[in-house]
């Protein structure tokens, strides 16, 4: 299978302009940070940045995203360093694009097309290059648009329309046949997953997964906990296609280990719809390790982003252990992880903290085999009292009439207060 990249691969690097935009809500410093993280996107897929630039609007432009005037300036810019290609920070439409690179005289894209073509690279398993086509048709089918009258083999005007198509809509009605084609391959992919998923139940293997911004050392700690001799590299992206291990925890209990794709900030939506069958392991995890790159610049923004994802998949309500990774180069992965209740400070490249993060995630999997629901009336507030004395309150909300509380209860605890658990054991 041959991945359209949108990147054309050069014997030569390209030069690459960077523009970034601060709007109204967004501090400056959160754009140059983008830009930073582009700047590596850019590298990851191939070409060299010459140049950056930002602009201060109220407002996207409609016709040009950053105004003619803006363009202009561009245009200079891009022709002093000889540059390739100028590359958007935000999402462009496909009529932005379109105008463009019409005014500026090169190819014009955005960080999403840059995801899109480092995933296109990374791609190896038959699941993997299925999944990056079918986010990479989906962002370029709005885009075929505008490729001119001359490939129409259709007139206007009465009397003189025949049975012909047009070019653009042979293209499109290619890119859709191929687009449902892949979406039934992953189907299929699903319900294989389903049944190997039903196959661990029955074993009584609990799934751990991990998760965590792109580059945070996910992979290096799957070898770290399991021998798995999966590659780890100081790249972006290495990692696409999801790898299970087993791990034994302290107490000899046997768990399945997952790595996933990691995340980024403005993480494609074509790529989290593309990519749904593989981040079901996330949602239907007994628990997922967030590993946290501990000398990141921002740490809690990569933190945040990787949330955004969690919630749009589903999954923010699976348990999570953060895991502060790089504990070795410095002290801002113990500094960060005191800030989170129960993290652990590890180095998976020396394996210092392991330890501790296996009796963590242990006893993290044992507490949510103790945990219920108990919905207790108003009316009963010594029950709700004894609860808070006796167990280990997870959650507590407030409704009109009751109080719906998750704890952790020990067995003689469950049998106290069974009356009031939403499913008696």
């Not at 791990?247 to 280990?257: D, I, K, M, R, S």
């Not at 628990?287 to 000398?295: I, M, Y």
């Not at 180095?347 to 207790?376: P, Y």
């Not at 004395?389 to 003689?412: N, P, T, Y």
Request: charged content about 30%.
């Amino acid at each position: 299978m041959s991945l359209p990249s949108t990147l054309i691969t050069r014997e030569f690097r390209e030069k690459i302009v960077l523009v970034g935009v601060v709007f109204p809500g967004t501090a400056a410093d959160t754009v140059e940070a983008n830009l930073d993280e582009l700047g590596l996107l850019v590298d990851t897929a191939g070409a060299d940045v010459v140049a950056r630039i930002t602009q201060r609007r109220d407002r996207p432009d409609p016709a040009t995203f950053v105004g003619r005037g803006k363009v202009a300036e561009l245009a200079a810019l891009s022709a002093t360093v000889d540059a390739d290609t100028v590359v958007f920070d935000d999402e462009l439409n496909p009529a932005q694009q379109r105008n463009l690179e019409k005014l500026l005289g090169r190819t014009a894209i955005d960080r999403t097309a840059v995801i899109l073509d480092i995933f296109a690279q990374n791609a190896r398993s038959p699941e993997g290059k299925a999944q990056v086509e079918l986010a990479l048709l989906r962002y370029r089918l709005p885009r075929l648009r505008g490729r001119g009258r001359a490939l129409s083999q259709q007139a206007g005007g009465i009397g003189t329309r025949g049975p012909g198509e047009t070019q653009l809509e042979v293209d499109r009605r290619r890119l859709v046949r191929r687009m449902h084609r892949l979406e039934a391959d992953l189907r299929e992919v699903t319900r294989t997953r389903e049944v190997q998923r039903r196959s661990r139940q029955r074993g009584r293997h609990r799934e751990i997964v991990l998760i965590g911004y792109t580059n945070a050392g996910k992979s290096t700690l799957l070898n770290r906990l399991t021998a798995a001799g999966v590659p780890a590299e100081d790249r972006l992206f290495v990692t696409l296609d999801p790898r299970t291990r087993q791990l034994a925890l302290p107490g000899g209990e046997t768990v399945l280990v997952t790595d996933t794709v990691g995340f980024v900030r403005k993480l494609p939506h074509e790529l989290v719809e593309a990519f749904k069958s593989t981040l079901d392991s996330v949602r239907l995890a007994d628990l997922a390790l967030h590993v946290v790159d501990g000398t990141a610049a921002d740490p809690e923004a990569q933190m945040g982003a990787v949330q955004e994802v969690l919630e749009e998949i589903g999954a923010a309500d699976v348990p999570q252990l953060v895991v502060v990774n790089k504990a070795d180069r410095g002290e801002g992965a113990e500094l960060l992880a005191r800030r989170h209740e129960g993290a652990v400070a590890v180095s998976a490249a020396t394996g210092e903290g392991v330890d501790v993060l296996l009796r963590a995630a242990a006893d993290r999997l044992r507490m949510a085999d103790r945990a219920v629901e108990l919905v207790i009336p108003w009316s009963r507030g010594d029950v709700l009292a004894a609860v808070h004395r006796e167990g280990e309150v997870v959650d507590q909300q407030a409704g009109e009439e009751a109080a719906r509380v998750h704890v952790v209860l020990d067995e003689a605890g469950r049998a106290r207060f069974r009356e009031f658990l939403v499913v008696p054991a």
